[in-house]
């Protein structure tokens, strides 16, 4: 499992005219933080920082994550129009375990 930790619910907004299409984009990022494993799977002693594309509501405002632990979805995952494996993150949060008495 990866474990993906958001620190804040800060969101950024990049938004222009594509080069190549010369369509208008509006992208907003949300700054989380990847807890990764090495090619061995070792767990990497700190968690690395990447961006999210966030998802829109209908009124055009981002969906950005609240603070806590997640974890990739299922969903996030497929497979590109070349045949390779893809991921467009979607996180789901993680539920703490319970602590069992003592």
């Given at each position: 499992m990866i474990k993906i930790s958001v620190k804040s619910t800060e969101v950024?907004?990049?938004?222009?005219?594509?080069?190549?299409?010369?369509?208008?984009?509006?992208?907003?990022?949300?700054?989380?933080?990847?807890?990764?494993?090495?090619?061995?799977?070792?767990?990497?002693?700190?968690?690395?920082?990447?961006?999210?594309?966030?998802?829109?509501?209908?009124?055009?405002?981002?969906?950005?994550?609240p603070e806590g632990d997640y974890t990739l979805a299922p969903e996030s995952f497929y497979v590109s129009r070349n045949g390779d494996l893809a991921l467009k993150p979607k996180l789901v949060k993680l539920t703490p375990k319970p602590q069992s008495a003592a």
């Open positions: 950024r907004n990049q938004s222009g005219k594509a080069k190549v299409s010369g369509k208008d984009y509006d992208l907003n990022f949300q700054t989380v933080w990847v807890h990764t494993y090495d090619r061995t799977g070792k767990p990497s002693p700190y968690p690395e920082k990447t961006e999210i594309i966030l998802e829109k509501n209908e009124q055009g405002a981002a969906l950005f994550y």
